[in-house]
């Protein structure tokens, strides 16, 4: 299992950085991008790439790869027609921020049954194959779905792809994942840009602009696509989440004004930032993959902090 | 003028930083904390500090020292009494983050005449004397008032303690700075805060959290009554940058909800992102301090981002 070769569609930040670090770890590793100049860096780079999508999609059905899925929302139903005509029993994962509206794309073409969902939360604010760093995921959590659907063998080759990419594998639902993905990454860009906004329109701001500014409108420099594409695709969990936020900084601006003081969102707020900080990780060990409750004990695991730090037994595996 | 003695009263984390940078240029430094023990930890890093503050003030009435303000903001009516009794024609200046509430309670204790308000933009999440560094304020932008009332020869002394720091200096005016503090610093704050809060309640968000959440709230992880501090003291400007900010938020959450669509706010904010990356900051090197509307010269360059990199000729100086 641990020589499946994998096969990225989409070699841009994320993709081409998975791409590297599968290569650097030892895995076969061969991938398609649509632009033709990406192609050619990534190969001059000494990487297996084409922008043929069905000779690579076909390639991989004779390897039996794993097809990792790393285009940006908006590109996921035709990449997953492609799949469906040229690879639909090869085992499938992808690593867009969202996970509800991949999986009712991935069920809409009828490929649920090889599919296990994935997102590695790491990332900068640079895109394409150049902004590309094998050591992108190191250390950071790379979600492995656990909806109800998914296959354990599908599940222990994604897992493993994570961890030689060197992440922390975490189990989630792709429910629980999208409404945490709203409060730790989409809520967190939507801020950063309504602070850049809202200082841009005040003379002496950007001139006086130091650490809180920067850090707090950092991924305001993301390219506003890929943001629109990640908030928007996951509106259902992320309106709920804008909703909270405006109403904690509502009652704050009402409290500073009728009584001077900030205590209530500045005491909790810091309190929730102190907890994060001392936030543990027990590594999983005891889950046997494929055995009675797998899934739902995964999921409380890693709801409570658990990480896959190594590949875990697979029921029924020599 | 260059070797006035710097009193700095009070040793954490910005006056502690201040006496060390001042020390590094060859200023005569010393300085007065009410913590025994801060004063203690001064004192064996090699400094001359003191937690008897009349006799620290009755030294720099006699040297004519430069006298720093640097406590919290409540802390500042106590310390203007002891100066308005020990060291009322010293040159004052302060480094505290809101100008406008400083400069009524300068008023309010009649020392106006000797005082030009200052704000070195720069900081940490940490606090106290070890949490110092003479390297924090490099680079960093360090606001030198220019209000009216404000004495040439005072300011040219507090310009080039900044630049003794290795700050740049940006005049400007109280209430611009102001503004300008809650669009980068206070509102970032509370935006800090609320996103931190959010993803407290969320089940398995701190396990997901990376950089953008980092990033987003790290400002959060300082000490809340020094956030309460500063953005309570800026309760004028903060009132509707904070509106503003909300407003922003709530057309966002709007749009979601009605079209889908996040696109204004995206594209907005990831402009004036990008136009704070390419903000030029040319050097102030024309005004003669002193000289007739000099003020108002430096707050128009100021306000065009202009900086001071090196000190300017003062009037009637040799």
């Known amino acids: 299992m641990t020589n499946t070769p994998v096969c990225v569609v989409g070699l841009g930040l994320i993709g081409g950085s998975l791409m590297r670090a599968a290569a650097a770890a ?22 297996d790439a084409s922008e043929n999508l069905d000779a690579t999609l076909q390639r991989a059905t004779e390897s039996n790869a794993l097809v990792v899925l790393a285009v940006p929302m908006p590109a996921l139903p035709i990449m997953l027609a492609h799949v469906r005509d040229s690879a639909p029993n090869c085992p499938l994962t992808d690593v867009i921020s969202v996970k509800g509206a991949v999986l009712q794309q991935v069920q809409k073409f009828g490929l649920l049954d090889r599919f296990v969902g994935g997102h590695p939360m790491a ?13 992108l995921f190191v250390g950071a959590p790379w979600v492995v779905s656990v909806d109800s659907h998914v296959d354990a063998e599908v599940w222990a080759q994604v897992t493993r792809l994570a961890l030689d990419c060197r992440a922390v594998v975490v189990p989630a639902c792709s429910e629980e994942h999208d409404a945490a993905a709203a409060a730790i990454s989409h809520l967190p860009h939507l801020f950063a840009e309504a602070l850049a906004l809202n200082a841009g329109e005040v003379p002496l701001a950007f001139a006086l602009a130091a650490g809180s ?8 420099a993301t390219a506003p696509d890929l943001v629109r594409a990640m908030c928007e695709a996951n509106a259902g969990q992320l309106l709920p ?6 109403k904690l900084l509502t009652q704050a601006r009402d409290s500073l004004a ?7 969102l500045v ?6 930032r102190m907890r994060y900080d001392s936030f543990s990780r027990p590594e999983i060990v ?6 009675e409750n ?10 409570a902090g658990g990480v896959i730090r190594s590949a875990l037994p697979v029921l029924g595996s020599r």
């Open 267 to 272: 005491e909790s707020g810091h309190a929730a």
């Open 213 to 220: 500014f920067r850090d707090g409108t950092r991924v305001a």
């Open 123 to 135: 990332g900068t604010a640079h895109s394409g194959w150049a902004a590309g760093n094998p050591a």
């Open 294 to 303: 797998w899934r739902d004990e995964l999921a409380a695991a890693g709801r």
């Open 26 to 47: 030892g895995r076969e590793v061969f991938g398609y991008n649509r632009s033709v100049d990406a192609v050619r860096e990534a190969r001059f780079d000494g990487f």
């Open 241 to 246: 989440a804008l909703e909270h936020g405006i």
């Open 258 to 264: 009728a009584t001077g003081s900030l205590a209530d």
């Open 286 to 291: 005891t889950t046997v993959v494929g055995a």
